[in-house]
């Protein structure tokens, strides 16, 4: 194992609180399903398992909600990184889904359906000047080729991850692509002011 591993361990002040919350963290992040086993030695596992780098940031924490995005890197024959997003009540230490934080109302949903649409359109169109251009490195099977992973994308998107900050909710969509065309990936972040959306949260934030 090399590089720097800042692991998150959550401490409120109820012991059951924080044995929920870092356990369902500790699961999460490793993918590990056997919920017996101590959290020191489960991360240790992982971390021989290739994981060069992680690191977490808390981004909320007040009115009985916390919310915190860890970043992380693992190397085998190639190296990938990633961005996850975690979301608790430290008052019940359960997971909070989006639904539980804000009403998808029709309107207020259409408005991220267009936003996300609209970003799939706007790098379809850098995809295709690419394309087009001169001394470009893009070929026609490639160029297909990621446009039938965006549109998978699309197909399979999720309204289900999102981050909690101190003044506004944001949205995360993204569309990862396989290694060969990793670098084409779309990263949608959509940020919304509570005092715009304020009329959709269940929880005063």
Known sequence: ????????????????????????????????????????????????????????????????????????????????????????????GKPLSIASVIEIKDEFKESIL??????????????????????TTLDERTYNWVLEEYEKCQENFQLRTFALYNDHLEIIDECSLPHAIRSMGILSQLEYPYREINEYLKIRL
């Open 1 to 92: 194992m090399s590089g720097k591993i800042q692991y998150p361990i959550i401490m409120t002040e109820d012991r059951q609180i924080d044995s929920l919350i870092n356990n369902d963290l500790i699961r999460k992040m490793t993918s590990n399903k056997d919920a017996t086993k101590p959290i020191d030695s489960t991360l240790l596992q992982w971390a021989g398992d290739q994981l060069t780098y992680l690191s977490f940031e808390v981004t909320y924490n007040k009115k009985g909600i916390l919310s915190l995005r860890t970043f992380g890197e693992a190397c085998g024959a190639y190296c990938s990184n990633w961005t996850e997003y975690f979301n608790y009540s430290t008052t019940s």
């Open 114 to 135: 267009t936003k996300i649409e609209s970003e799939y359109e706007q790098q379809q169109k850098e995809l295709k000047e690419r394309l087009d251009g001169k001394n």
